[in-house]
């Protein structure tokens, strides 16, 4: 009998739920994950009870399909990432539609795959997702950073009591510079000769100063201030 990933690794396997109303599809995308070392902790064939069932089981990573009877997919990202704010959605969907993209993105989703991707493909965006990573199919990354920098440039609405912006180190504004240029953590880390964990750590905090949810809010903060151009 193999050994699990936790006792190969030392870390607790990643907790991931399929949600997808096609029966046949969903468990094979389960099956080739749980095959690839992740805990595949809950399915869902519906919009309400992906909901339900991911309250319950808090995974860590949602690969969610946008085409789902009782509640649309981009419907059960924002509420569950609204409730549950260390959760991670990646997208698996058959369209590359740009508006569904740019929706999934409004709505929380950290990544979106399509699902001509590989097995391969798959899991290593499934990992990635997890690690904090954007991961999107080749082609809709510059689609998703283009609307991040014209939402940027239209004018915020005025805010007269609005909170000085909170003080950043150097080496937080460093990494939030190339988090907005669209690097991985792990191109962080060799860029800044420092361990993807270290990377993390200065993500994490810079989340927590700006009060921020994810990723895809943090990069939409650096484009506004311009830091993708520095």
Known sequence: MSATHEEATGQPAIRVMVVD??????????????????????????????????????????????????????????????????????????????????????????????????????????????????VFTPGLAGLVLGEYRRLASEPAPAASDEPKAPELTDRETEVLRLVAKGLSYKQIAERLVISHR??????????????????????RYAIERGLDDA
Request: charged share 20%.
């Open 21 to 134: 109303d096609h029966p046949m599809w969903r468990d094979a995308v389960a099956r080739d994950l749980a095959e690839a070392g992740f805990d595949v902790v809950a399915t869902a064939g519906d919009g309400p009870q992906a909901v339900r069932r991911a309250g319950a089981v808090t995974p860590d990573v949602l690969v969610l399909d946008l085409n789902l009877p009782g509640l649309p997919g981009v419907q059960v990202c924002k509420e569950l990432v609204g409730s549950q704010p260390g959760l991670r959605v990646l997208v698996l969907s058959a369209s590359g539609e740009h508006a569904d993209v740019l929706e999934a993105v409004k709505s929380g989703a950290t990544g979106y795959l399509m699902k001509s991707a590989s097995t391969q493909e798959l899991t290593e965006a499934v990992r990635r997702t997890a690690a904090g990573d954007a």
């Open 198 to 219: 270290t990377v993390q750590n200065h993500v994490q905090n810079t989340l927590g100063k700006l009060q921020l949810h994810n990723r895809v809010e943090l990069v």
